[in-house]
C-alpha cells in the first residue's frame, strides 16, 4: 500500500485508543510506526537486482516480528525527542504497536503478496481486496484522522477504522463478483481454469484484472462492476517453459536460480516478452487490466558467465490512448476500436 494510507491507518488505531491529552502522541507514534515496515525496500544489491524483491515484505511485515518492530520504531522515537520532552516510553511503545501493527495486514489485502508468517512460512499472501493506491480508501480516512487530531476526539478515529474495514470487506464482494464473471468468461471459452484470480485495477474497486490459466497459456481481460457487468476481452500468452523458451539456459547458473526467485515472487505467473525474447514478464501487473504487457520483467543473457545475475526491467511506457482507455473501461463505455464491432458485451450481474 502506498505510505500515506499506511501511515494514516497506522494513526487512525491509536487514536482511537488514546485520551485527549495523548492525542497528539498517539498520531506521531502511529503515522511513524505504520509506514516504517517499508523502510525494507533499503535492502538491495547493484550486483543482485532481485534481492529487494526478496526482502520486501518479508520480516518488516511479518506478524511474529510487529513487537520487535515497533520498539525500535519507539525507541528511535524516544531517544531522539521523548526523553527531552518527558514522554512515557511505555505509551510511545504502545502507539508504534498498534500503528506497526496495520501496517502488514492492509498490504495483505493488495495483489503484491506479504510474508504474514515469516520465518515459518515464505508464503505470500495476497488477498486482493483493494488497489496498492486507492483514493477512495485513503482521502476520507485522512480527513477523519485530521479531525481527530484537531479536535482531540478518538469518536473520528474509530470512524476512520470502521470506514477502513467496510471498504476492504466491499473489497472482498466486488473481488468475487468479478471472479465469477470472469469464471463465465472462461466457460464460455469451453476453459476450466484451475485457478482464476481477480484483481482490483488502480485506484477503484470497479474496473478488475482477471487472469487465469488453461492449458499451457494464460489469459488476461478486465471485468467492469454496476448493474450489468462489462466484459473487456484481452489476450491470451504462453507461460513461461524453461525447456521450450530458454533451452540453453543452465540449471546450476545464477541466472537459472534467478528465474525461480522471480517466479515464487510473481507467485507462477509467467511468461515470456512478446517484444523480447530474452525477458521473462510477470503477468498480474498492467498498465491497462486487460493487456499482458508486464509492468516489470527479467532479462537473461544466453552469453552471460554462469555466476552473474539477470537484469531487472521496469516498463511503465505507454500509449496516447492508455489513459483514455482506461477511463472509458472505468465508466463502463465501449472502447473506440470496439463500438462498431465490440468484443465487449455487457453480462447480467453474477449478483
Known amino acids: 500500500m502506498d505510505p500515506v494510507t499506511q501511515g494514516v491507518l497506522g494513526a487512525a488505531l491509536p487514536q482511537g485508543t488514546a485520551r485527549r491529552d495523548h492525542m497528539a502522541l498517539a498520531t506521531l507514534c502511529g503515522f511513524l510506526?505504520?509506514?516504517?515496515?517499508?523502510?525494507?525496500v533499503l535492502i538491495r544489491s547493484a550486483e543482485d537486482p532481485l534481492l529487494f524483491l526478496e526482502y520486501h515484505r518479508q520480516f518488516t511485515h511479518s506478524l511474529a516480528f510487529i513487537p520487535a518492530g515497533a520498539a525500535l520504531v519507539a525507541g528511535a522515537l524516544w531517544l531522539l525527542v521523548g526523553r527531552r520532552r518527558d514522554w512515557s516510553?511505555?505509551?510511545?511503545?504502545?502507539?508504534?504497536?498498534?500503528?506497526?501493527a496495520t501496517h502488514a495486514l492492509l498490504d495483505a489485502c493488495t495483489s503484491y503478496g506479504t510474508q504474514l508468517l515469516w520465518p515459518f512460512s515464505t508464503k505470500r499472501f495476497a488477498w486482493n481486496n483493494v488497489s496498492i493506491i486507492d483514493p477512495l480508501l485513503t482521502v476520507p480516512l485522512l480527513a477523519l484522522v485530521v479531525a481527530a487530531l484537531w479536535s482531540h476526539r478518538a469518536l473520528f478515529a474509530r470512524l476512520g477504522m470502521a470506514w477502513v474495514i467496510a471498504y476492504l470487506v466491499l473489497g472482498v464482494v466486488a473481488g468475487e463478483l468479478a471472479r465469477e464473471e470472469g469464471l463465465r468468461l472462461a466457460r464460455e471459452r469451453g476453459h476450466s481454469p484451475g485457478a482464476l484470480q481477480a484483481r482490483p485495477s488502480f485506484g477503484n474497486l470497479l474496473l478488475w484484472k482477471i487472469v487465469y490459466r488453461?492449458?499451457?497459456?494464460y489469459y488476461v481481460d478486465a471485468v467492469r462492476l454496476g448493474r450489468q457487468a462489462r466484459v473487456y476481452p484481452g489476450d491470451s500468452i504462453a507461460a513461461l517453459d524453461l525447456s521450450r523458451d530458454f533451452p540453453w539456459l543452465?540449471?546450476?547458473?545464477?541466472?537459472?536460480?534467478?528465474?525461480?526467485?522471480?517466479?515464487?515472487?510473481?507467485?507462477?505467473?509467467?511468461?515470456?516478452?512478446?517484444?523480447?525474447?530474452?525477458?521473462?514478464?510477470?503477468?498480474?501487473?498492467?498498465?491497462?487490466?486487460n493487456d499482458i504487457r508486464g509492468l516489470w520483467s527479467i532479462e537473461l543473457?544466453?552469453?552471460?558467465?554462469?555466476?552473474?545475475?539477470?537484469?531487472?526491467?521496469?516498463?511503465?511506457?505507454?500509449?496516447?490512448?492508455?489513459?483514455?482507455?482506461?477511463?472509458a473501461m472505468l465508466?463502463?463505455?465501449?472502447?473506440?476500436?470496439?463500438?462498431?464491432?465490440?468484443?465487449?458485451?455487457t453480462l447480467p450481474s453474477a449478483g
Not at 257 to 271: K, P, Y
Not at 273 to 286: A, K, Q, W
Open 250 to 289: 543452465e540449471g546450476d547458473t545464477v541466472q537459472a536460480r534467478d528465474v525461480e526467485r522471480f517466479r515464487w515472487f510473481s507467485m507462477g505467473h509467467l511468461a515470456v516478452d512478446p517484444g523480447n525474447p530474452l525477458r521473462i514478464i510477470d503477468v498480474r501487473y498492467s498498465l491497462l487490466p
Open 89 to 100: 516510553l511505555s505509551h510511545v511503545y504502545l502507539f508504534c504497536l498498534l500503528g506497526y
Open 214 to 217: 488453461a492449458g499451457d497459456r
Open 33 to 40: 510506526a505504520g509506514m516504517a515496515p517499508d523502510l525494507d
Open 301 to 327: 543473457d544466453p552469453g552471460a558467465p554462469p555466476a552473474r545475475h539477470v537484469r531487472y526491467r521496469t516498463h511503465r511506457d505507454r500509449s496516447d490512448d492508455t489513459f483514455p482507455r482506461f477511463f
Open 331 to 345: 465508466r463502463g463505455e465501449a472502447l473506440p476500436d470496439e463500438r462498431d464491432a465490440s468484443d465487449a458485451r
